[in-house]
């Protein structure tokens, strides 16, 4: 009898052994990714800083509509990269250093552990020994008497520790499994949280983007090919580039407002001289 409930309370033992051992695994497995997780998370704010600068390097060389939008888009991305600030110290604090703290209640649960392993290694030593006397000197009752004594007072030792591992495993579970629901949804609200800011600061820098007026800037840059008089310039070329013939009649045909042209002048001149030579001739006849 006194067997068998050593046995059972060996097989509680190592099944509470493994829950510790369990949660010592996996809590630390969890705890290094999740670390790993916010060090991503702080890279990526690291490039997007690198991207804001460049961003605003390029827009200072840029046409006006679209140095504006391209300044407008690293001012909401730089803002972006606070709340990615304030995700990856909030993911820290909430998250890794919970799951970092389970090391430290891993080991005093050993230690419990291991006081009641002790304690119950004393017993199944006093309970062998007790056997074993009883083999040895059966007519001995002064040593099997204090042999019992040994082996009653080492498992009253043994079912305190006992009691005692499984109110403090009770309690671990417990709290591990609030733990565990406590860390995890502050996860998924610190998430949320950034995603939906990051939804804001997104939409607005597209619209920023989206307001770049694309003819207005390209009107600018043809503007910058040329220089200021390159109109009037053009016309001189364009002038000077004709044959002389062309110049002579523009010079004959020049009119100004409400002119009659030279050119056009010159021939009804010489259309009335002919009719006066026309009626001189026919009067002289008359005559003759």
Request: aromatic fraction near 6%; proline fraction near 2%.
């Amino acid at each position: 009898m006194l067997r068998r409930n050593l046995e059972h309370r060996d097989a509680q033992t190592r099944q509470l052994q493994n829950a510790v051992t369990n949660v010592e695994k996996h809590f630390g497995e969890l705890c290094q990714i999740f670390a790993a997780y916010v060090r991503k998370t702080a890279r990526l704010r690291d490039k997007a800083d690198l991207l804001v600068n460049e961003v605003n390097v390029y827009a200072a060389t840029e046409t006006p509509n679209l140095k504006q939008g391209l300044k407008n888009f690293a001012d909401e991305f730089a803002k972006l990269q606070d709340y990615r600030q304030a995700e990856v110290e909030r993911l820290e604090a909430k998250v890794v250093e919970p799951l970092k703290a389970y090391g430290t209640i891993v080991k005093l649960k050993r230690d419990d552990l291991k006081a009641t392993l002790t304690a119950r290694n004393r017993e199944a030593k006093q309970l062998t020994q007790l056997e074993r006397t009883r083999q040895r000197n059966p007519s001995d009752r002064h040593v099997i008497s204090q042999a019992e004594t040994e082996l009653q007072r080492a498992t009253m030792d043994a079912t305190r520790t006992t009691r005692q591992l499984e109110e403090t495993i009770d309690n671990f579970e417990k709290q591990k499994i609030k733990d565990i629901k406590t860390i995890f949804s502050e996860f998924i609200t610190i998430e949320m949280l950034f995603h939906g800011k990051a939804l804001e600061v997104y939409t607005a820098a597209y619209q920023n983007i989206q307001k770049i007026d694309e003819e207005e800037d390209l009107e600018v840059f043809r503007n910058s090919l040329y220089p200021p008089d390159y109109s009037s310039r053009l016309d001189i070329v364009r002038a000077n580039s004709k044959s002389p013939l062309q110049r002579s009649l523009s010079t004959k045909c020049v009119s100004g407002t409400g002119q009659v042209p030279t050119c056009r002048l010159r021939k009804d001149q010489q259309a009335d001289d002919d009719e006066e030579e026309d009626e001189d001739l026919d009067v002289t006849e008359e005559e003759n």
